[in-house]
Every structure is written in structure tokens, then in C-alpha cells.
């Protein structure tokens, strides 16, 4: 086996036989988690400052690391399934999301050491989040949820229609009733909003809330539509997965009596 | 194919082959969403003074199209399906609850042309909310989801039942033990109820709250008997979806069987 | 068909022929309703202050329905099925649970008329709230739901003994760490519970909350417990309902096929 | 039977035929829960003073009795299946994690009549509540149900990670939007994930949240995707549990038949 068939065999995910992440992928998952953690906690000027080089050693590490893993990457494109020159293939592989992605994260990481300007500087700093995007590489099952979720997007859309008209109901509402007495609050619809969306979903901060008996009673009508909103798309999610898991198991009942029906002959 | 028929096949839901929304129907939702949201942003005086005349312009240009749709929609009407003279099919079309609900949008639209009174228009601008309502055009799946949870609706009255008991006994508890010494939240039944139905429903504004350990006690428990409350009406629905969706699956196995048995003969 | 026949007709459930609640038992309904909501009411100084009278008056109407209502199903009694004569069946009635909750009603509802004191009878209006427990008589749509979930009864116990692990922990853990920092909310552990159970439930009110690193780390740790431990329940429920739901198809595509085997034959 | 086979009868969970707790469990199982409520009572100032000698009595009966169940464990040990002499039986019990769970409960409760310095007794105090882990002994059921959610851990695990992300980004968006506004709350990502996890889990305290038009639109996102991150899990979760349910009934169904056809031959 070739240098460049090893690093796409370690590089692709599904092509090592027991469906484990192979090492070179375990090295990429775990320095992604670092990154965007490094990243995360140097927003922190308590951590930033007194630990301002370790950071910076950090992320040229990570971004040696991503920078190799790129180029690891086009080195073995030709090895992917498909027609196609090496050239062709490789080019291919940089200009598809997930190559885009990873050259993106490979230019904000080594970025600091080529721009000196702090304002965008702070910028590339904040974008180097982005690096979370590496793991759309292992979605797979992501897209099954995705799948079974859209086989009922439009009863979803439906629960989703039905909220939006009960957060503006309950929004004109208040605006109504309140929008006088607390004019920072309820002075116009955009406003009341804010009260709407935090109550529908039942997260409640109490920084805006009815204080009139008319306008508590549409708060708690909007509480209790919230409480039938979760319900709702809940019921219709977890119908959809019992019935994608049923279906999986009757094709595989009817494969089986198949093969007995076959055994009989 | 008359212009009559053509607008017909245009504005009916339905009529169209291939099921999506037709080029005219386009053109409505767009501008009900539209109306919609300058209705509600002209609501905020941040918004509504700098750009009283183009609030203004954008309204009659809205109000116009609901007009000619209106007109249109009268003018098509004899095309509907079913008996009756082309003047009594107009007739019922105009006194549907749709065909109202459309004379009201037209009307709250261009009133502010013909009303110079601040007080009426500032009802008539809220009012342009129903705008909304025209959407109920394209609630066949609101209507299907209505159907799978009215099965279902006499559990869902038990468990409404439940859950006013467990308030009214929440809010009486609290008026008993805090109502001496929070008179504001708890002076009274009807103003305990306030607590206690922001409690069931977990939205937990914290502008009231118990402050006694008897009080706490029984904040804890209507706080549990919330989280109850969302799982009873959650697994009610999700059994009723997945109930609706097993009974389509299996009818249609029926009938695969009937093909199937009909074509070994 | 007698009087007392008659009366036994109108106020037994079951016993009338389509199911349908009689005359007389929507009488008692909404007499139950009112006087729940006139009780209520009346323990707001606002109201109970300028309309008493009408209330001293509305609570001698429900009253004497009530009485009157209890009269009629002791004299109705006999008309039970069962063994027994007229007398040992009317006994039956007063000493089964029911009959003491409809004696309590009454006396309650006409107490007022009786006793003149204030402290005592503020006491007694507040029992008049047990006036909803009148409508365990409609309760058996309530017993089948108990029914569904006490054959998961011991997943649920499952659930609640996490979910009150999880709180302990929780409240464990900050009585550890923010017990000397917010000695009023943390200072021990029965103090510290207050805030796991409304913080687990995710009802979240804010009157008491972790301040440091350590503390917002259990705190994260207790509100996404919380969500899995709505989610738990939530799924029990869901799959005990489908289940019954299911069960019940079964049984009647299996009464099915046997009628349709005894007619091949 | 000899006293050791019916010590082992007494402690050993599902050795008594008719599948409930002995005598001697249920003896354990209150002496755990009073241990634990003693130990969380204890911690109360208010409660602790005023009866510390009572609490000392308490804890050395506790103390004591989980001793004697300790070494009666011990002593019942070589009754279990399987190979091996009396003395290694014990051994096992002794080292396996129940065994070690038993002897820390003995060490720390009896751990104050030996131990003089007040700060250690604090920590050996509040371990106490570890007594609760007693109860592992009786988790069967927890293993079932960790069972049936193992079978969905990819795709819980795909949640978790959404969840995270939305987190992530939420916290991110405030961080730049309102860092500058509100430092305390939004001055770094660390900081702000305080705010987003409280919002995501709809807890939603109020000690923090987004006042800018902004923020409070990427607050809303949060709030709205918290309500389907509940939705998304707890679906999986229900088609989990149906799903087991449904396998049992269909492996009884399928017995059921082999059964029949048995009985026709």
C-alpha cells in the first residue's frame, strides 16, 4: 500500500473496515475540540492576559496541525472513488464545501501571524469558531435525523405557522392593553415581541412581564399555548422516528421470510 | 381557456396540477407577509415617524392588491365546482367566512384614506393584523392535524381538567399560607392564580414567587405537576400521530394484498 | 317509568342511552362551575367588598342545588343495581366516598347561613373550593389514563428517583461551594433544594441563582438534567399510550378475522 | 434452612419468590432514606442546633445498622451462585462496587465518633449523602431503561452536539453584539454560555439577557431552538420505548404461535 493510499484510507471516514475513527481522524477531532476551546477561552480577559503567549504557541500548533491535514487531504483526493485526473480530483476536493471549510479554518488559525492590525485581528479571533464546521465531516447521522424530519416538514411548518400567529396575537395584545402604561415594554409590536418569543417558549426571564389583569390573562394563555407548542412538534417528531424505526423493522421481517420461504423450496 | 378560467386556475389552491402555489397565489403571500410585517414595524414610533409617508405609500399599494384580488376572486367564483347560477356562486363566495374575512382585510387596508379620525385609525391599523387571517386559505394540513388530535380530544380535556385542578389548588394553598404576607401576589385566589399558572407552565417569570418553606413546598409541587402536565398532552399527541401514521401504512398493505391476491387469479 | 326511576335516569352516569350527559347533570355541572368560581372570586377584597351581598346570595342558590341535588340521589339510590334493600343501598351512597364528598359540599355551600364566626368561616369558604372534587363523579376517562401509565408505573419511579438524585446532587453541590458566598440561598441543604427543583423543572424563577464558575457549572449540569428528565417521562408516556392505542387495533382485527372464519364456514 | 441461606433469602434482591422486597430490604431501604434526610436536615442551622444531640443519636443507629448489614452481607456472601470457596465468594463481594459503595456508607457514617477535627467532619458530613448510591443495588430497571437509550446513543449524541453548537453560537453572537454593553454578562465566551445554556434549557433566570434589538433576536433563535432541542429527544427517546415494547409484544405474539402450532400436531 502507497503512502497516499494510507492517508486516505486514515483521512476518509467509512473507508477503515470497522466503521471506528481511524487515528489520523482521532489527532483531527481532538485538535478541533482544542481550537475552538483555546478559542473560546481567550475571549476571556481573565485568561487571556497573563497567559497571552501560551495562547499564541496554542494556535500555531493548531494551525500547523490544520494546515497539514489540508494538504494531507489534496495529496489523497485522487484515491476518492470516481472518474477524473489526480489534478481534477484534487481540484474538485478544494473547491467543495467541506475543502472550502477546511482552507477557512486553516486561514483564520495562521492568520495572527501575517496581520497585525488588533481590529481584525479581534475579527479573525471570533471566526476561528468556525473550525466546529470541521465536524460537518462526520454528519451522517445528522442527515438521517434531517431525513426523517423532513418526510413531516410540512406538518412542522404547520406547528411553526401556528406559533408565529400566537406570538403576534399575543404580542398586538399586550401592546394594546399595556403598550401605554409600560411604553418600554409593550410601546409597539416589535417590542412586545421580545415578551411573546421568551414566554411562548417558556424561558421566562422576567425582565418584561403583564402587570394588568387583562394583560396577565393573555400572558397566561400565551404560557399555555407554549406548553401545547412544545407538545406538538414533540408528538409529531417522535411519531415520525417510531415510524422510520418500524419500517426498518418490517423491511427486515419480509427479507427474512423470504429467505425461509426460499429454505423451504 | 377564457381569462376567467385562467384566473380561477390561478387563485384556487388546488386547481393547479402539480400542487404548489401558482404565480398569482405567490404574489398574495407575499404580500399578505408583507403587510403583515409593515402593520406590525409601523407599530414602533423609532419606526413609524421617520417613514410616516412611505408607511403610507406601502399600505395603499397593499390595500390595492387586496382589492383587485378580492375582484378577481368574485369575478372567478362561478368557475367553482357545484350548482348554482354564476350570480349565486359570487353571492356565496362573498358571504363565506373566507370571502369575509377578505372584505375585512380590503377594508382595514383602505380605511386610512377615507378616516381622517387618529383615534378610529389607530384601532384600524392594529386591526390590519387579520391580514393574517387570509391565510387560513392554505390550512388543508391544520386541518388534518386538528383532525388526528380531535380523536384524542377527550384525553386532552382530562389532562386540561388535571391541570386546573392542580393550579386552582396551587393558587389556594399559596393564598392560605402567603397571603398575609405577599397581599400583592397572594392576597387573593384570582391573583394567586397568576402565580401558579406561570408556574405550571415552567415559564417562571420570577416576579412573584413563594418565599415561606410551606409556601416553597408547594411551588415545588406544582412546578413537578408542570413537568407531568407537558409530558400527559405530549405523549397523548405523539400516540395519536403515530396511531394516524401506522393506520395509512397499513391500509396501504391492505390494498397492496388485494393487487397482489387479484393478479395470482 | 316512576319518579324515582326518572331520577335516577337524569343523575346517573352511563345510564342514559347515548352517552351524553343528562339535563339535570348539566345543572349540577355548571352549578359546580359557578360556585368554584364565585368561591374564588370572593376571596378578592375587590370584589368580595362591594358585591357582598350577591354573594351571600349566589352561595345560598348553590347551596340549596346542592342540597337538593344530594336529597335527590339519596332518594334515587335504590334504583342501583345490585343486591340489597332500599335502605342499605341509600346507605351505601352516603358512606361511599362521593356521598361524603357531596355531604361535604353541602355543608360547606350552607354553613355560612349557620356559623357567624368571621375566623372559622373564612376557613370554610376557602374548603368550598373541594366543590371540584364533585367531578370525580365524571372521572373515568381519568382511570383509564392512571390505567395507561400504572403499567409503567415502575419506569416513572425510575424517573423520579433520578430526577430527586439529581436534585440532591445538585443542591449538595452548592450548598459546597456558594453555601458561605449566598448563606440566605445556599446555606444548607434544604435551602439550596428550593433552587434545584425550580431550576430542574426548568421553571427558573430568579430569585435565587449560582454566582461563581463552579456553581454556574453545577447549574448547567442540574438545567440540561432537567431537559432529559422532561424528555424520560415524556417518552414512557408516549410509548405506554401508542401502546394501548395499538393493543386495542389488535384485539378488534382479531375479532375481526374470527367473524370473518365463521362465515367461510 | 440455615440461618445463612436465610440471611442471603432476606438480602439478596429477586431470591424471594414472589418478586418483592424482604424484610430485611425494606429495613434497609428506609434506614437509607432516613440516613439521607438526616444527613440533608443536618446541614440546617436552624434545624442542626437546637437538636445536634438528637442528629448524633440518629447517626450512630444509621451507622450502626448499615454495619450489621455490611457484615451480614459479608457473612451471606458464599450462599450466591457460582463457583469458588466461601472465602473468595466474600472477597469478590467485598471488591466489587456495591461491596465498595456499602463499606464507604459504614466508614462515613460512623466516621464522626472517631474523628475530632471539625472541618474534616464537614466533608465526611455532607459524603454522607453518598448513602443514597445504596440503591444502585436496586436498579434493574434503571438498566433497562439506560438499555433502551444506549440502542439511540448516536442520535442522542447527534442532538448533544447540536445542541452544543446552537449553544456555541448563541453565546458567540452576544459576546460580539452586546460584549461591549454588558461586560459582566457578555464580556468574553465563557461568560455569555452561562446566559445561553439558562435560555437553551428555557430555565431562563432573568440574572442575565440580551437587551439590545440584536441580541435579543439571536436570544429568541436560542429560546425557539431549546423548545425543538427538547422536542428532538424526547421523540428519539418515545421510539425508543415503543419500539422495546412493541419487540416484547411481537417475540410473546410469535411464542404464542409456536405454541398453537405445537398443540395442532
Sequence with gaps: MTLRERLHQQLHIGSWPNGKL???NIVVVW????????????????????YNREVL??????????????LARIYAAPEREGPGSDWSKR?????????????????????????????????????????????????AAMREIAGALKERSYDL?????????????????????EGAIQPQAFG?????????????????????YPITPAGRLIGMVVAVGGVLLVALPTGIVAAAFSDA??????????????IEGNSNI
Tied chains: 1, 2, 3, 4.
Design 22 to 24: 481511524t487515528g489520523l
Design 31 to 50: 485538535t478541533i475540540l482544542a481550537a475552538v476551546g483555546v478559542s473560546i477561552a481567550a475571549t476571556e480577559p481573565l485568561i487571556r492576559e497573563p
Design 57 to 70: 504557541i496554542a494556535e500555531l500548533i493548531f494551525g500547523t496541525i490544520f494546515l497539514l491535514e489540508y
Design 91 to 139: 481540484w474538485r476536493f478544494v473547491i467543495s464545501p467541506i475543502g472550502l471549510v477546511d482552507l477557512l479554518v486553516v486561514i483564520v488559525s495562521l492568520a495572527p501571524f501575517f496581520i497585525a492590525n488588533a481590529a481584525v485581528l479581534r475579527v479573525i479571533r471570533l471566526l476561528r469558531i468556525v473550525s466546529i464546521l470541521k465536524f460537518s465531516r462526520f454528519s
Design 157 to 177: 411548518l404547520v406547528c411553526a405557522t401556528l406559533a408565529f400567529v400566537l406570538v403576534l396575537l399575543g404580542a398586538a395584545g399586550l401592546y394594546w392593553i
Design 188 to 208: 409597539s409590536i416589535p417590542r412586545a415581541l421580545w415578551w411573546a418569543v421568551i414566554t411562548l417558549t417558556t424561558v421566562g426571564y422576567g425582565d418584561v
Design 245 to 258: 424505526m418500524q419500517r426498518r423493522r418490517e423491511a427486515m421481517r419480509k427479507a427474512l421470510e423470504e
